[in-house]
């Protein structure tokens, strides 16, 4: 159980496009997901808290008209990078909540050229 | 803003040996801590979490101990494998928000 999907694993895009990553629970309901970015051998950086029919609430420094997120229904979150440059490359990792515990996803790995 | 130190970065040890991570969190309303182990590549995986009306908890070769007066919570792994390389996080959270501060990150190195 509590199973979380992202899709998807990795994408290479050039600089000036938009990249939408999916976050999907699949066994479980959550109204609350997370997304984080994590750069190499660093730590997991909390970007966003999605929330299920309302708008997300982003960490100070995110900008949200670049990392917009969206989480339509209880299952499925997503994160659309717009505009993507070569420093917003990066492993986007997104989780989902059960209680007060987080499950995660596998990741995206997205590299801007 | 909540704040999360972890030490050390990177701990070798060797097989069978025990590894202690040490985490220390500055929001006092923190109330639940979980312990993420991360191999290359790959999904933070939970391993093991603890709430702050307890002081110890095990499961198998892993224990988590808090202490809530000095905002210091460890984990603990007996008779390390080399399958237990990897990287492993904590992390602090406040009941409410939900939202997890993690700690830097420890490299673990179990070696045969």
Known sequence: GAVVSQHPSWVICKSGTSVKIECRSLDFQATTMFWYRQFPKQSLMLMATSNEGSKATYEQGVEKDKFLINHASLTLSTLTVTSAHPEDSSFYICSARIGETQYFGPGTRLLVL | ?112
């Open chain 2, 1 to 112: 803003g909540e704040n999360v130190e972890q030490h050390p970065s990177t701990l070798s040890v060797q097989e069978g040996d025990s590894a202690v991570i040490k985490c220390t969190y500055s929001d006092s309303a923190s109330n639940y801590f979980p312990w993420y182990k991360q191999e290359l590549g790959k999904r933070p995986q939970l391993i093991i979490d603890i709430r702050s009306n307890v002081g110890e908890k095990k499961d198998q070769r892993i224990a988590v101990t808090l202490n809530k007066t000095a905002k210091h919570f460890s984990l603990h792994i007996t008779e390390t494998q080399p399958e237990d390389s990897a990287v492993y996080f904590c992390a602090a959270s406040t009941s409410g928000t939900y939202k997890y501060i993690f700690g830097t990150g420890t490299r673990l190195k179990v070696l045969a």
